[in-house]
């Protein structure tokens, strides 16, 4: 029917008199434009309103070229990371304390007997962060602790901060620097406790000034006399189990945010369970 009427339409706009003139002639070619463009329009509503076919439509979701949110991310150099690829330890179930244990290279002797302590008492390290060269400086002002807390989501946080700045005298600076990681851990709504740096010489402040600002929730390891590694630096891994007894006593005598450390077991229990990630060495 439609190609009748379009034929039928150009037979009669042909044969239809007109003067021959160029403007004539446009006129002609566009009307006959026009009226087969509006029969094609008429047959195509009349097919499918005399047609009993059901038409489909698929919407799709459109791919938009805006990039993904993506979630935060440590501003601090990885190196290792074991957290992805250890099991959920069930022996925990569930945990009193949720620990998330960060500081600088003093972890190297620190993270064996935090961990045997929370397993004796029924709380989950859930992570052992190390940056090794990191001071208070760099904890504050880069988004590093914060990530790791919303990462791990510990109810509880250890840290041993300030090895590395026995002997920096810009006190004021590191007021700022302590200040912000204290605002940093009370948004995250955290428990904490600050092991002090175990100075091998007298430091020029920061050590009081740690003391000062986390009181009472600070241990003051410089008291402590304790066999150290060769470098004359570190405490040896024995020091480092019988510095952290001293460390556990005074956390689980404390009346308010402190955390039950009051069992003590030696175990073999390995480290190797518990998630440790390892920072790239920083200058404070």
Request: charged share 20%; proline share 6%.
């Amino acid at each position: 029917m439609c190609v009748l009427l379009n034929k039928r339409y150009t037979q009669v706009m042909e044969t239809r008199p007109y003067p021959s003139t160029n403007n004539d002639v446009k006129s002609r070619q566009l009307l006959l434009h026009l009226g087969l463009g509006l029969i094609s329009v008429f047959c195509l509503f009349f097919l499918l309103a005399t047609s009993h076919t059901t038409l489909s439509f698929e919407l799709r979701k459109a791919s938009l070229p805006f990039p993904t949110p993506q979630p935060l991310q440590s501003t601090s150099a990885l190196i290792l990371d074991s957290s992805s690829t250890l099991p959920l330890d069930s022996s925990w179930s569930p945990p009193k304390e949720r620990v998330l244990l960060i500081g600088d290279s003093q972890l190297e002797g620190l993270r064996e007997p935090v961990y045997k302590y929370c397993l004796a008492n029924h709380h989950n390290l859930t992570a052992s962060v190390l940056w090794y060269g990191s001071s208070t400086r760099q904890w504050s002002r880069k988004d590093t602790l914060a990530y790791y807390l919303k990462k791990y989501k510990p109810s509880y946080v250890i840290l041993a901060i300030g090895l590395n700045e026995l002997f920096v005298n810009d006190m004021e600076n590191r007021r700022t620097y302590i200040s912000q990681i204290l605002e940093t851990l009370k948004a995250a709504h955290v428990k904490y406790f600050w092991i002090g740096p175990a100075a091998w010489k007298e430091d020029k402040g920061i050590t009081s000034l740690l003391a000062e600002m986390t009181q009472p929730y600070f241990y003051p390891s410089h008291t402590l006399k304790l066999d150290r590694k060769s470098d004359r630096r570190h405490p040896t891994n024995k020091a480092a189990a019988i510095w952290f007894d001293s460390v556990a006593v005074k956390m689980s005598l404390l009346k308010e945010r402190g955390i039950d450390f009051s069992v003590k077991k030696d175990t073999n229990a390995s480290t190797k369970n518990s998630p440790f990630v390892l920072l790239k060495q920083q200058l404070y």
